[in-house]
């Protein structure tokens, strides 16, 4: 089992829909979880931080960590074609010298 | 501010050859980590380095290689390449203090490596 599973998809949407990605993991010891946007041909840029459970909200995206269930969720409202590209989670624990984990990524298509 | 560069993009290579890729990190950044992604994958963690040591190593063998220089630029050194070593290498840097252990990585474009 990997540590951290994500659906690839691809998920296919069209434009103004609400766009919902999820992660799963098994390691408790995880403290922080990201988002990262990739575009086709470039590198992963970092979307959303968050440390522990809760919930964070910058703009039209917004992540959620449940830390009991080991789940982890990124929305994204009024979709645009914009933010067709591949939605990389990433998440690790709380110590130094860490290795900062990532699913395989779900590849995203918003049609306009 | 500059952000995280890497040389060369793209490359290509034959079985058993050696390969260096370069990276300079962001402005103020002093710890450097490497990703390999494979075509189709999520980023692979190779190995992070910080005032010039290797601070921490995934699951790659010892020919997988690094180095970070005083300027906190960074080199990734791969000897006797295989064909499964075809990836996109991507350096990421983070910045001092709560940055550095939260994980928080901010991305070169990558070099995109074929072996044949």
């Known amino acids: 089992q990997k540590e951290v599973e994500q659906d690839p998809g691809p998920l296919s949407v069209p434009e103004g829909a609400i766009v919902s990605l999820n992660c799963t993991y098994s390691n408790s010891a995880f403290q922080y979880f990201m988002w990262y946007r990739q575009y086709s041909r470039k590198g992963p840029e970092l979307l959303m931080y968050t440390y522990s459970s809760g919930n964070k909200e910058d703009g039209r995206f917004t992540a959620q960590v449940d830390k009991s269930s080991k789940y982890i969720s990124l929305f994204i409202r009024d979709s645009q074609p914009s933010d067709s590209a591949t939605y990389l989670c990433a998440m690790g624990p709380h110590t130094g010298g860490f290795k900062t984990i990532f699913g395989a990524g779900t590849r995203l298509f918003v049609k306009a | 501010e500059t952000g995280v560069t890497q040389s060369p993009t793209h490359l290509i290579k034959t079985r058993g050859q050696q390969v260096t890729l370069r990276c300079s990190s962001q402005s103020g950044h002093n710890t450097v980590s490497w990703y390999q992604q494979a075509l189709g994958q999520g980023p692979q963690f190779i190995f992070q380095?910080?005032?010039?040591?290797?601070?921490g190593r995934g699951n790659f063998p010892p020919r997988f290689s690094g180095l970070q220089f005083p300027n906190y630029s960074s080199e990734l050194n791969v000897n006797a390449l295989e064909l499964d070593d075809s990836a996109l290498y991507l350096c990421?840097?983070?910045?001092?203090?709560?940055?550095?252990?939260?994980?928080?990585?901010?991305f070169g474009e990558g070099s995109r490596l074929t072996v044949l």
């Open positions: 380095y910080y005032r010039e040591e290797e601070n």
């Open positions: 990421a840097s983070s910045p001092p203090g709560a940055g550095a252990n939260t994980g928080e990585l901010f």
